[in-house]
């Protein structure tokens, strides 16, 4: 007679708790990941934030250069006077802000989330029309 493997209770007890110090380590493991990687991300975003600042006071500066080496040759190459060529440069900015103040306005619309907005009026309506 051939002998059977038999599974006792007792011997599936004893397995399932030999698991649990496996199943905790691993869930300590994967806290400990997760908090290392939150911490690199927020070191991150501060290092971010403080390049995007530098970035921007340089992307200024450029833009001062531009705008006095545009007005040096209005008024030296071109002779143009004084005020005529600061109030073409006047005029240039005013049109960069308003391009750029349109663009702001149409980019807005996606943080009221639209479409999001519009599916919870329709829910809305589909519930006080069932009422």
Do not use: H
């Amino acid at each position: 007679m051939a002998k059977r493997n038999k599974f006792s209770l007792g011997d599936t007890v004893k397995n399932v708790i030999m698991l649990v110090p496996n199943i905790i380590g691993i869930v300590s493991d994967l806290a400990a990941l997760v908090r290392l990687e939150t911490q690199l991300a927020g070191k991150t975003i501060v290092t971010v934030l403080i390049l995007s600042i530098m970035y921007a006071f340089l992307m200024i500066s450029i833009w001062f250069c531009l705008l006095a080496m545009l007005f040096i040759y209005l008024v030296t190459s071109l002779q143009w006077s004084l005020m005529m060529s600061l109030l073409l440069l006047l005029g240039l900015n005013t049109l960069c802000l308003m391009i750029i103040g349109f663009i702001i306005v149409r980019i807005k619309r996606n943080l009221l989330f639209p479409a999001t907005l519009s599916e919870c009026r329709s829910l809305r309506e589909t519930f006080e029309e069932e009422l």
